[in-house]
């Protein structure tokens, strides 16, 4: 049996201590690590309560958002804006033009919608009136075309500065859009709601002058009175609010002046439409002092009243008695005599001011102005007149 000394059995003691000790620490740590603090159930629910209570405020925030935009809520005061459909467009492209118009918030939402609705086969080339009191359904209703959709068959159509309204219809029946005779009877008996159309009359003068020239897009059988609505919608915007106001600041009305537009289209296609006009305002001023008597003698006007005439004007032709003969008749012919484009109704509204009340087409495939007759007369007598 081993012999201890007291000094042993002290080092002996310690050392069972330690190593007792150190038996027991991975145990109490793991002991430890297993304790977790509990979350007090009640603060658990209220927490809980509160996070689905902000998702559900959130998403009712959204929700009342893009439900105001689908029903037109709070829009404030109504507005109107015209948004024009062309060919091209696409659903991105409408949902375009009406937020820029104002007319719609969420464009992803208004596409989500139409997508839904099928509204490609619903919307169709055209200009609309429109307002941000629509709600969805009806900005896609108010875009409707009875013609078909932005999906049929198009053609496009450039109408002529200076074409009547028989030579438009003749192009637009050419081009497909519908026939002659169905065009025509629209010009003739269909109401357009604009005040510078008369209603009452079945003449297709009643829409002369106002068949903007431009290019267009129509669907193949058209509907005859859309197509031409069109065109007329196309002039009173090109008019604008500047130009409008032109011309209640002049002494004339919207129709005659442009008639005089009209004039001056069939008298040149060059860069003096200004001084055209000028001539023209001369003489409708002119009381006798230069012996034209408020006669135009513009006999382009006379043209339009014999749409049948061949070759050049005669003797004959110079007695038709027609408010259009502006030889025998004084001022403006009773209705525009071409649809004039955008050059000579600014010519008509700003004429250079001049002296002169005659003028005829030299050689040179210039007009040449005269400020009293024997001048002009000289002029037409020499080898420098063009005829």
Same mark, same amino acid.
């Given at each position: ?166 030579? $438009? *219809?003749?192009? /637009?029946? @050419? !081009? ?9 009877? =629209? ?62 600041a002049s002494p004339y009305s919207?129709?005659?002046?442009? $008639? *005089?537009?009209? /004039?001056? @289209? !069939? ?9 055209? =006009? ?47 003969n502006l030889r025998k008749y ?15 109704i600014n010519a008509a509204l ?38």
């Amino acid at each position: 049996m081993a012999n201890y000394k007291n000094g042993d059995t002290a080092s002996w003691d310690a050392a069972q201590v330690r190593h007792s000790q150190a038996e027991r620490r991975p145990q109490n740590k793991s002991t430890r690590r297993k304790k977790r603090r509990r979350i007090n159930p009640f603060l658990a629910v209220i927490l809980y309560v509160l996070i689905v209570a902000a998702a559900s405020a959130t998403l009712a925030g959204v929700g009342w958002l893009l439900a105001s935009d689908l029903c037109a809520f709070n829009r404030g005061e109504k507005t109107t804006s015209t948004v024009e459909i062309s060919a091209g467009d696409t659903l991105n492209t409408v949902s375009d033009k009406l937020h820029e118009a104002g007319l719609i918030r969420y464009k992803w939402f208004f596409k989500l919608f139409a997508k839904v609705t099928k509204a490609e086969d619903k919307i169709g080339i055209g200009t609309y009136e429109l307002n941000n009191d629509m709600d969805y359904h009806a900005l896609i209703s108010g875009m409707r075309n009875s013609s078909g959709s932005m999906s049929a068959d198009t053609v496009t159509v450039t109408i002529p500065e200076g074409y009547t309204v028989s030579q $438009t *219809i003749r192009l /637009l029946a @050419e !081009k497909g859009v519908n026939s002659e005779e169905k065009l025509l009877e =629209a010009a003739k008996t269909a109401d357009f709601n604009y005040d510078f159309i008369d209603n009452e009359s079945e003449d297709v003068s009643r829409l002369e002058g106002f068949l903007f020239p431009d290019t267009y897009e129509f669907y193949v059988n058209h509907n005859p009175k859309s197509a031409l609505e069109r065109l007329i919608n196309n002039f009173e915007q090109k008019m604008g609010e500047d130009v409008l106001e032109e011309v209640e600041a002049s002494p004339y009305s919207l129709k005659e002046i442009v $008639t *005089i537009a009209s /004039l001056i @289209e !069939k008298e040149t296609d060059g860069s003096d439409q200004a001084m055209i =006009a000028s001539v023209i305002y001369n003489r409708l001023a002119d009381t006798g002092s230069h012996g034209t008597y408020r006669m135009l003698q513009i006999d382009a006007a006379l043209l339009y009243a014999l749409p049948d005439h061949q070759g050049a004007i005669t003797s004959a032709d110079l007695e038709t008695d027609s408010p259009y003969n502006l030889r025998k008749y004084a001022g403006l012919p009773p209705t525009p005599i071409a649809n004039p484009g955008m050059a000579s109704i600014n010519a008509a509204l700003y004429p250079t001011t001049s002296d002169y009340y005659y003028y005829a087409l030299g050689t040179d495939h210039k007009h040449h102005y005269f400020v009293d007759y024997n001048s002009f007369l000289n002029f037409v007598n020499s080898d420098l007149y063009g005829g």
